[in-house]
Antibody
Framework: EVQLVESGGGLIQPGGSLRLSCAVSGFTVRIHSMSWVRQAPGKGLEWVSILYGADSTYYADSVKGRFTISRDISKNTLYLQMNSLRAEDTAVYYC???????????WGQGTLVTVSS | EIVLTQSPATLSLSPGERATLSCRASQSVGSYLAWYQHKPGQAPRLLIYDASNRATGIPARFSGSGSGTDFTLTISSLEPEDFAVYYCHQRSNWPLTFGQGTRLEIK
């Protein structure tokens, strides 16, 4: 059974750092493209980042230079390192496998990040 | 960046009625357009991928059409569980983007 479980969210002050984790079971993160998508309170979905292939990465302009996506194949886990956090980064962060690239994609249930002093 | 503009922002309909949701891209995305359904407290659910292909387990009342810059999601006869927010999403160009959403509410 495929499962994605996010963790690492919480309350952080502006300018701080946080690392989100997405523990995966039922498939290997080495094979599939993996994305982070977020939803700010009262707002729509926003794509954040993707990691695919050997180690190709892309980022939304809003997080470029501040966020880093990575994976640990030995732990079968996806990460999102978030630095220089801003109030506007407050959101539920979802990890997802193979976003809309076939008949099935898989999402976690999300982890809430709140950036506030 | 490709901007996806969804219309209407809110659609008020009754169960049994037909829903037509639109998504317009600021430049061609070919057929690399998907539709998601999102309910509060849940993960988004893929409905349609590559413009017109129903995702696994999606009922036949959901259909997608279009190519290039203009796309439509049609729900032929609304069920009570269909009332949610719907997003279009393009994977044609980096960065990937979502539309701002259409809220489908019960009239």
């Amino acid at each position: 059974e495929v499962q994605l479980v996010e963790s690492g969210g919480g309350l952080i002050q502006p300018g701080g750092s946080l690392r989100l984790s997405c523990a995966v079971s039922g498939f290997t993160v080495r094979i599939h493209s993996m994305s982070w998508v977020r939803q700010a309170p009262g707002k729509g979905l926003e794509w954040v980042s993707i990691l695919y292939g050997a180690d190709s990465t892309y980022y939304a302009d809003s997080v470029k230079g501040r966020f880093t996506i990575s994976r640990d194949i030995s732990k079968n886990t996806l990460y999102l390192q978030m630095n220089s956090l801003r109030a506007e980064d407050t959101a539920v962060y979802y990890c997802a496998r193979a976003l809309a690239s076939g008949p099935r994609d898989y999402w976690g249930q999300g982890t809430l990040v709140t950036v506030s002093s | 960046e490709i901007v996806l503009t969804q219309s209407p922002a809110t659609l008020s309909l009754s169960p049994g009625e037909r829903a037509t949701l639109s998504c317009r891209a600021s430049q061609s995305v070919g057929s690399y357009l998907a539709w998601y359904q999102h309910k509060p407290g849940q993960a988004p659910r893929l409905l349609i991928y590559d413009a017109s292909n129903r995702a696994t387990g999606i009922p036949a009342r959901f259909s997608g059409s279009g190519s290039g810059t203009d796309f439509t999601l049609t729900i032929s006869s609304l069920e009570p569980e269909d009332f949610a927010v719907y997003y279009c999403h393009q994977r044609s160009n980096w960065p990937l983007t979502f539309g701002q959403g259409t809220r489908l509410e019960i009239k």
